[in-house]
């Protein structure tokens, strides 16, 4: 994958019932990759996650992540920004 493809990333929360392994995959199979951002994030103390990958790969994952849920999918294709180098 090109740095150009890898570009594109989203923060999640994490949920605690998968581990980061489950985690890496799972998004292994939309050709995204993670970082943990916060071990301890403000959503409940889930950790923060960075997934990064295509935009188009983010987009399918976010559609499992939110089951296809309308206004919550459109909420989160939205939050999709740019990564700095």
Do not use: R, W
Request: glycine share 10%; aromatic share 12%; net charge negative.
């Amino acid at each position: 994958m090109t740095k150009t493809e890898m570009k594109n990333s989203i923060e999640l929360d994490f949920s605690h019932e998968m581990t980061f392994g489950d985690l890496a995959d799972f998004i292994e199979l939309y050709g995204l990759k993670a970082d943990i951002i916060e071990l301890v994030g403000p959503g409940g103390g889930n950790p923060v996650i960075e997934l990064y990958g295509p935009y188009k790969n983010i987009v399918k994952y976010l559609v499992e992540y939110t089951d296809n849920s309308g206004e919550d999918l459109k909420f989160f294709v939205e939050q999709i920004k740019q990564k700095e180098d």
